[in-house]
């Protein structure tokens, strides 16, 4: 999460969240066209191609799916129990597609009136051969087998991970380092089935950008489904996931990753929705009929920011096979959440939040919660963008988004992400608050916490990893000292 709208999961009842974007609302302008994939992709590693041109490894006979994550679930070559055992996951956000709040030196390195704000314009101003010694080097040192390895003692048993479409198949006149993330994709792959862990890989952009925030690799108008260009960028994008659809179908991979992202976040709000609808329809058709309906990973679905209500019954038509409704949510976006006392805000989850996710599973078939995190306010560094304000504060401005007044009085983001000075009572309220989430989400598939580190812990209320070490994260993710119910019946209670 980040410089974007957060799907709620409340539908309009109890406090009702209403999501509003990090940042700047977007606007329709036209883009330039742009051309397909050349085919050329190239392997870094030295692996061999398949019949799209993606480079695979060489050491697919090294293959052990019996591995197993840990004793409440089965080993890799065994069916995990969707809808039964719970998805316990941690997302490797900034890791493959870089993001402002994930890793901000990357960003600090340019003076402010450069405007490198996404890595869209951190490439172009590097140029191609700095953009890729730099990425090279992040890839290399952000994330390591090290990581793989904590995830198991955590008690994790997915990981997400998000990709940006330059991977797969790069658009001529972009910016971006072609297929090099390919290479580090799946090296995590080979890490995650090394500890048992299942992937969940994930479309995290679209060309043209589905949504307008940097997370998509590119902050500004809306191009995919959208303007002059945006049936060419949905097709590009049609092309991207069915490639990823077919790559991860095969054998080598059908236990180590069973679920496919189709596309994170795009903005329905902003778009047609009946045209985006269709999109979803053509793609889940044209992935299906490359793995077959009961063959290749479960598809999931981001609800567009319209919350789950509006989707009720969409994804239960017969032609959908095997699909999940994707859902994020954080509490950090409505006031008067922000300002309920710790003690009501490590009970929310409990109520909307929970309900919530039990009408959508009735409603919508599968569903599950692809980001959260314990976040009570927006303070973090570059959270709503590079050099931008906050919410909490009153001083955010970007754009046509204008917030001129603070959340509460004496409300200051001063001291608020110095988690080396946190009492022992605020990790306390951590701990309940993002364990009662845990809880209240395994109502619906499960979880997938956002994210799992930051750079040298810079955003602390967005690390895993750190919570973990000190503290405010559960030791073991199946193993938690508070749940849904041992709070009262309702919020006032």
């Known amino acids: 999460m980040r410089n974007k709208l957060k799907g709620s ?21 036209n883009r330039p066209d742009r051309r397909g994939f050349n085919g050329q992709p190239g392997s870094t590693n030295g692996g061999s191609s398949n019949s799209h041109g993606l480079p695979d490894t060489n050491d697919n ?9 840990n004793s409440h679930v089965p080993p890799l070559n065994k069916d995990f129990r969707y809808g039964i055992d719970p998805i316990r996951g941690v997302n490797l956000g900034g890791w493959l597609v870089i993001e402002p709040f994930i890793t901000p030196s990357l960003f600090d390195q340019f003076p402010a009136e450069d405007n490198v704000i996404d890595e869209w314009g951190l490439c172009q101003k590097l140029g191609p051969t700095k953009a890729k010694e730099q990425l090279k080097k992040h890839y290399e040192s952000f994330v390591t087998e090290e990581d793989f390895k904590k995830m198991q003692k955590m008690g994790i048993n997915h990981v997400r991970i998000p990709t940006g479409h330059w991977a797969v198949e790069p658009v001529p006149g972009e910016p971006f380092v072609p297929n090099l993330s390919w290479e580090y994709l799946l090296k995590g792959i080979r890490w995650a089935r090394k500890y048992g862990l299942r992937v969940m890989v994930e479309l995290h952009t679209a060309p043209g950008s589905q949504n307008g925030w940097n997370h998509s690799g590119r902050k500004g108008p809306v191009r995919w489904l959208n303007g002059t260009d945006g049936e060419t960028n949905g097709q590009l994008t049609l092309n991207v996931v069915s490639k990823m659809a077919e790559f991860f179908s095969k054998p080598e991979y059908q236990h180590v990753v069973p679920i496919f992202g189709v596309l994170n976040e795009p903005a329905i709000f902003r778009l047609q929705k009946d ?4 999109w979803y329809h053509d793609s889940h058709d044209a992935i299906r009929k490359i793995t077959g309906d009961d063959k ?7 609800d567009g920011f319209l919350g789950m209500p509006p989707w009720n019954g969409f994804f239960k038509d017969p032609s959908f096979k095997r699909v999940i409704l994707e859902t994020h949510t954080y509490l950090i976006f409505d006031d008067d959440l922000v300002s309920m ?3 009501k805000q490590a009970e929310f989850p409990c109520f909307a939040w929970q309900r919530d996710l039990n009408n959508s599973m009735r409603d919508n078939g599968p569903t599950m919660v692809g980001e959260f995190s314990v976040a009570t306010n927006d303070c973090g560094k570059y ?11 009153g001083n955010l401005v970007d754009g ?14 001063k001291g608020v992400e110095d988690w080396q000075n946190w009492d022992d009572d605020y990790k306390k309220f951590l701990l309940a608050f993002v364990e009662r989430q845990m809880d209240a989400f395994e109502a619906s598939y499960g979880w997938f916490f956002w994210t799992f580190k930051t750079e040298q812990h810079v955003n602390p209320h967005w690390d895993y990893l750190l919570g973990w070490e000190q503290g405010w994260v559960p030791k073991d993710a199946n193993n938690r000292q508070s749940s849904c119910k041992d709070v009262g019946p309702t919020l006032d209670g």
Do not use: F
């Open 9 to 29: 999961l409340l539908a309009a009842s109890i406090l009702a969240i209403i999501v509003v974007a990090i940042a700047v609302p977007i606007s329709a302008v």
């Open 400 to 413: 046509d988004t204008k917030i001129d007044h603070p959340v509460c009085p004496d409300c200051s983001c």
């Open 296 to 302: 290749g990973p479960l598809l999931t679905y981001h």
């Open 383 to 393: 959270l709503n963008g590079v050099r931008l304000g906050t919410r909490y504060e």
């Open 61 to 69: 006979e090294h293959i052990d799916d019996s591995v197993q994550a």
């Open 275 to 278: 045209r985006a609808q269709q």
């Open 341 to 343: 006392p710790r003690e």
